[in-house]
């Protein structure tokens, strides 16, 4: 699906399965969504990059679900950023907000400061408007404020689904976003865990997603690089 078109970046999102049916991907490009999101709140730099990751984990959570149900992401830690909120649904249609946008920072936007921003204690909590009466909601500790990271712990540990979660947002000192993206892989019912593990490695072993995206990778040749001889296909675009 496409959602959102800024300068002349257009973000879209992948839902990938291996032909033997064992494992689903979702590849998203965040870029012009993380760029239009952030001159709305007049956002800093930092708050740039937080408001990529919020961005791209809701998408990414999003897409696994039905038409018409939705999902937020809510990480309120103990760093300076206070909170990040993000919330999407199946389309990729997205918002963020955190809780300080103007939030200073100096040098390179890193992972690293991104993590300190939102802190590594703090609750990480998942609401899902299925269409339900009541919405589902679920908290878990936040582990390392590593958005990418504590949502894989969730994803393993609270919906009891073997999953992996990568998330990046590249972002000049200046504010200009260079690019933000994401991917979730996880096991279907009966898949193999093995498979996932072997392509977690493969991950491990490519530059970060924000890299390949800045480079001028396109979801599709990332997913190439990924699945190497694992034969997939691209469920929907």
């Known amino acids: 699906y496409y959602w959102e078109k800024v300068s002349n970046v257009t973000d879209y999102l992948l839902r990938i399965l291996t032909d033997d049916g064992g494992l689903r991907a979702t590849i998203a490009q965040t870029s012009g969504l993380t760029a239009e999101v952030a001159a709305r709140h007049r956002a800093s730099p930092l708050a740039t990059a937080a408001l990529g990751c919020g961005l791209t984990g809701a998408v990414l959570l999003g897409s696994l679900l039905k038409v018409q149900q939705r999902v937020v992401i809510k990480a309120t830690g103990t ?3 206070q909170k990040l909120i993000a919330e999407a649904d199946s389309y990729g249609h ?24 939102i802190g590594g204690d703090g609750f990480l909590t998942i609401v899902k408007d299925l269409g339900m009466e009541e919405p589902h909601q679920s908290t878990v500790p936040l582990q390392t404020g590593f958005l990418d990271a504590d949502l894989t712990w969730y994803m393993n540990q609270s919906e009891q689904t073997p999953s992996v979660v990568e998330i990046d947002a590249l972002v000049e000192p200046t504010g200009a976003v260079l690019a933000a993206g994401g991917l979730l892989l996880q096991t279907l019912p009966g898949g193999n865990l093995e498979a996932l593990i072997a392509l977690s490695e493969r991950l491990d072993d490519l530059p970060p997603i924000g890299n390949l995206l800045a480079d001028g990778r396109t979801p599709e040749q990332i997913a190439a690089l990924l699945f190497g001889p694992t ?4 469920a929907e675009q």
Not at 231 to 234: D, L, P, Q
């Open 231 to 234: 034969a997939y296909s691209i």
């Open 79 to 81: 760093g300076p950023l």
């Open 94 to 117: 997205s918002r963020a907000y955190v809780g300080q946008p103007q939030l200073a920072s100096f040098g390179p936007i890193t992972s690293e400061r991104v993590a300190e921003a």
